[in-house]
């Protein structure tokens, strides 16, 4: 019982978010429209902060171009874990240095760090499921809390075909459990799409891309995948049969 009351207070909240714009009213919104123009689109439609979160891979590259390139009031971040590859670090530095704009970096807390390592040692996550979540969580989503701290729009590059769990998500949600709006500009682009817009736009991208790495997290737990590889096998690749997902896209 009592769902009807909470039902309403999720309501108001997504409306707070955005005025009186229902979630079927954004994605009506942002329909037909090309995805620079729909991130635009959205963004307006927002008063308050809007955050996107960047990896600095290739459909991050795109979005964060879309954004600076267009001057738009969106809040780009990123999480640094402490474990990334020296070219993701040289991605950063040229992204930064082509747009001239900020990327604020999150760090996970040193505290929690040093309690991790020092109990269970710097590589602990190759031990067990549950050691590489904890990882994960302490070194990602805590520091995304974080980020994501009073914002009313997320902005992400996922992409449909990227996992089978992807594709069972929709361009525009709202996560109950953060209470905020996310959104996926690129969600029904193909990988061909992505590399022929940072080529045309001459966007700096991470050379690992051309090394076999598509997905591109953490250096120990990052690998090149053959030519029709599954798209996430590169990551995690010890383990079997568990979601292939650091949990800060898991739903709510």
């Avoid at 500009?185 to 051309?210: M, Q």
């Avoid at 090149?224 to 709510?252: M, N, Q, T, Y």
């Amino acid at each position: 019982m009592g769902t009807n009351s909470q039902f309403q207070t999720e309501k108001m909240d997504r409306k707070d978010k955005a005025g009186s714009v229902e979630l079927n009213d954004l994605s009506e919104a942002v329909k037909g429209l090309h995805a620079s123009e729909a991130v635009a689109k959205i963004s307006g439609l927002f008063k308050g902060r809007r955050v996107f979160t960047t990896s600095l891979g290739l459909e991050d590259q795109v979005i964060t171009d879309m954004i600076f390139s267009q001057d738009l009031p969106v809040e780009v971040i990123t999480l640094d874990t402490g474990r990334l590859f020296p070219e993701t670090y040289t991605t950063l530095n040229e992204t930064i240095k082509k747009y001239g704009k900020t990327i604020k970096l999150f760090f996970p807390g040193y505290e929690d760090v040093e309690k991790m390592v020092s109990e269970k040692g710097p590589f602990s996550f190759y031990y067990s499921v549950e050691n590489r979540i904890e990882c994960c969580h302490i070194r990602k989503t805590i520091p995304l809390t974080r980020a994501l701290e009073g914002a009313d729009l997320w902005i992400a590059g996922i992409r449909a075909d990227q996992s089978p769990g992807r594709q069972t998500m929709q361009p525009l949600e709202y996560d109950t459990s953060r209470k905020i709006y996310k959104y996926y500009p690129l969600f029904h682009w193909t990988l061909e799409e992505v590399r022929n817009y940072i080529k045309d736009r001459h966007i700096p991208y991470n050379p690992l891309h051309d090394k076999g790495f598509i997905s591109i997290g953490c250096q120990p737990c990052t690998r090149a995948v053959a030519p029709g590889e599954d798209f996430r096998s590169g990551r995690w690749w010890w383990e079997e049969g568990s979601k292939k997902e650091c949990g800060i896209h898991l739903k709510g």
